[in-house]
T-cell receptor, first 114, second 106 residues
């Protein structure tokens, strides 16, 4: 059982829709991450939050908008996505950011853009 | 280059040890080496990490060379449930290598 919960597990949306992905952890971790993973590729970092503040944005297009409303929750708001944005979106958390901090991953949201 | 290099695939017989290599020749002195695995349709699972010394836990052992330019993950007695993609990464960079697809066969 994963300690990082992501909802929904699957999402199909049109290019004009607005939707949100949700991630929740109750381990008291203060660092949370969004990754994007295409088929047969490793996860690629999108965003890092540290103590509810955005600390890293890996030049992600503005159609992806992250939000960290509290220390347990991380959202990814989606708007006007493109077909190439279809992928598995993974959330992860760690106690804090830093070199000696293993990450705990959720099982992801599989997103399909029509 | 901040990435790591791994062989794309590896087969292993059930019950035998699986030794997975990773090259991280440009790793800096304070970066840890991490190993994760991803079973199909699941998120990556943390396995083990280390800085300089060899490490062992209930899942695996990690051997890091003295110059820290490479490491080996050892699964001591592979089972069918160990079939997965294994990723080596450098702590702090949030970058995964391309991964090694390990298939454990009966």
């Amino acid at each position: 059982d994963t300690e990082v919960t992501q909802t929904p597990k699957h999402l199909v949306m049109g290019m004009t829709n607005k939707k949100s992905l949700k991630c929740e952890q109750h381990m008291g971790h203060r660092a949370m991450y969004w990754y994007k993973q295409k088929a047969k590729k490793p996860p690629e970092l999108m965003f890092v939050y540290s103590y509810e503040k955005l600390s890293i944005n890996e030049s992600v297009p503005s159609r992806f908008s992250p939000e960290c409303p509290n220390s347990s929750l991380l959202n990814l708001h989606l708007h006007a996505l493109q077909p190439e944005d279809s992928a598995l979106y993974l959330c992860a958390s760690s106690q804090v950011t830093g070199y000696n901090q293993p990450q705990h991953f959720g099982d992801g949201t599989r997103l399909s853009i029509l | 280059d901040a990435k790591t290099t791994q062989p794309p695939s590896m087969d292993c017989a059930e019950g035998r040890a699986a030794n997975l290599p990773c090259n991280h020749s440009t790793i800096s002195g304070n970066e840890y080496v991490y190993w994760y695995r991803q079973i199909h349709s699941q998120g990556p699972q943390y396995i083990i990490h280390g800085l300089k010394n060899n490490e062992t836990n209930e899942m695996a052992s990690l051997i890091i060379t003295e110059d820290r330019k490479s490491s080996t993950l050892i699964l001591p007695h592979a089972t069918l449930r160990d079939t997965a993609v294994y990723y080596c990464s450098r702590g702090g960079k949030f970058q995964f290598g391309a991964g090694t697809q390990v298939v454990v066969t009966p």
